[in-house]
């Protein structure tokens, strides 16, 4: 990006929105230098200007702040309505509420949603990977969940649960794996495992519903570990627990997700999106061809749900559906179909 100006500040921002790119005159521009990159050396490369995971809200955090400024925030809400609404969709959820600022988040959303023309509500889970650093307990973090939930409206609520972050993103291959990516690197976590355990166990003892972003089997297996422990020291828990995303796992992970009676809501465009250039780079074919395996968790009736997680999909339920059902990817090639083929009218559809 350099080569590309060396005056003038770029920014590239990664789709999955969970890492930048920085040029020179950027870092010059938001007064962020070397010694803000070492704060964060495992999620942050001073050479190159990029900067991932949680070292966003450390490293980059003037870039946030200048992203969040209220007149952007409002027009980016805005045209968030018109995409919502296009997709015929009449309730939604931020599943992890806030991102970046509490108090403005409320704030402008709120706004929002009560306008007359805004034809949909919107629930709220809150985010404890943004809660955790602030208050540093899963309990603190608990008390000040259930106190959010009595200042939701009709339109704008809170939703009973809890959501934490496990492992990157898989739009940017930070997912974590158990066995290594094809250039030899794993990915990493959002959450530290022990940050993962103090707010499953709380939340599970306290009976509220968890809401867990986890895309690759290492982190997956990591998550798993501190549910067997919390169904061992709460063994009436009444939370129910939802994988979100489910990006890659493996045969017996589906058998315990089963066994648990955990529920999966998952993103079937990430097949569509993804197998074809795996394939080729990262996890190659016989991984890239599993990614998110909803027949197999189908055939142990798992309880299954699809989210778009706008806009790593587009807002558009039942093109999520049609890339569930026939598993053809943005190459035009259906991976892994086994057994699962039937015929729909004059297409054939994979399961």
Request: aromatic share 12%.
């Amino acid at each position: 990006m350099n080569s590309i100006s060396s005056t003038r500040p770029i920014i590239v921002w990664q789709r999955s929105c969970h890492e930048f790119y920085l040029n020179d005159a950027a870092l010059k521009h938001f007064n962020i230098t070397e010694a803000d990159f070492n704060k964060m050396p495992g999620y942050s490369d001073y050479k190159t200007g990029h900067v991932f995971e949680t070292g966003l809200f450390v490293v980059t955090k003037p870039v946030l702040d200048y992203i969040s400024n209220p007149a952007q925030f409002s027009k980016g809400l805005e045209m968030m309505t018109d995409v919502i609404h296009k997709g015929g969709l009449t309730t939604i959820c931020e599943q992890g509420f806030p991102q970046v600022d509490l108090n403005l988040e409320q704030s402008l959303i709120s706004k929002e949603i009560n306008k007359p023309t805004t034809p949909f509500r919107y629930e709220m889970v809150p985010n404890a990977m943004y809660f955790y650093p602030i208050l540093k307990s899963g309990s603190k973090v608990l008390a000040f969940c259930d106190s959010l939930i009595n200042t939701g409206k009709d339109n704008m609520d809170y939703v009973k649960a809890v959501k934490f972050y496990v492992d990157g993103a898989i739009f940017s291959q930070l997912m974590i794996m158990s066995q290594p990516y094809e250039d030899h690197h794993h990915g990493e976590w959002m959450m530290q495992p022990k940050e993962q355990d103090d707010v499953f166990e709380t939340f599970y003892k306290a009976g509220w519903d968890i809401h867990i972003h986890v895309n690759g089997d290492g982190g997956l297996d990591t998550l798993l570990a501190i549910i067997d422990r919390a169904r061992t020291l709460t063994p009436n828990s009444t939370s129910k627990i939802f994988l979100e995303h489910y990006g890659y796992a493996r045969q017996d992970q589906h058998e315990k997700v089963a066994k648990y009676g955990i529920l999966v809501s998952n993103n079937p465009y990430y097949y569509y999106e993804l197998s074809g250039p795996y394939s080729k780079e990262g996890l190659g074919p016989e991984r890239a061809s599993k990614i998110s395996s909803i027949g197999s968790l189908e055939k142990l009736k798992v309880p299954l749900s699809f989210h778009s997680d706008y806009f790593m999909a587009p807002a558009e339920p039942l093109l999520l559906v049609w890339s569930a059902v026939n598993r053809i990817n943005s190459n035009g090639d259906v991976l892994a179909p086994k057994k699962g083929k039937f015929v729909h009218g004059n297409k054939s559809c994979y399961h």
